[in-house]
């Protein structure tokens, strides 16, 4: 299992083109790719915002999203969320960033991010694989 950010899961649902080599290659390779709820909501205010379109509405890519059967929705759980507001000072301050570390962190799964600071806080030894 795998655990996708937001823009490495538009990227690969749009053909992967904008991903690492190496990254396509772990989403390849997974058994199944997790999809946090936070990433929905995630693109559900870029596209409110006009910063990303998609070629059909929210809800309809959502659900073609979980017709692939590679891909399974990872829960949002209480325990997430505390490991969240438990990160160290150190992690980006962005709630998004920390629910997906949390949630990649509890279901110790690998991490698919280009995200520059969540890759620095890796590299200072945090706790979750994160593939670029």
Known sequence: MILLDTHALLWWQA??????????????????VLVSPVSCWEIATL????????????????????DGEQVRFAELSPE?????????????GDPADRLLWATASDLLVPLVTKDQAIRAFAAQGGDVRVVW
């Open 47 to 66: 596209l409110r915002k006009g910063r990303i379109r998609l070629d059909r509405g929210l809800h309809g890519w959502v659900r073609d999203l979980l």
């Open 80 to 92: 997430v969320g505390a490991t969240a507001g438990n990160l160290e000072e150190g992690f980006p």
């Open 15 to 32: 053909g992967g083109a904008r991903l690492s080599a190496r990254a396509a290659r772990e989403i390849a390779r997974a058994d199944a």
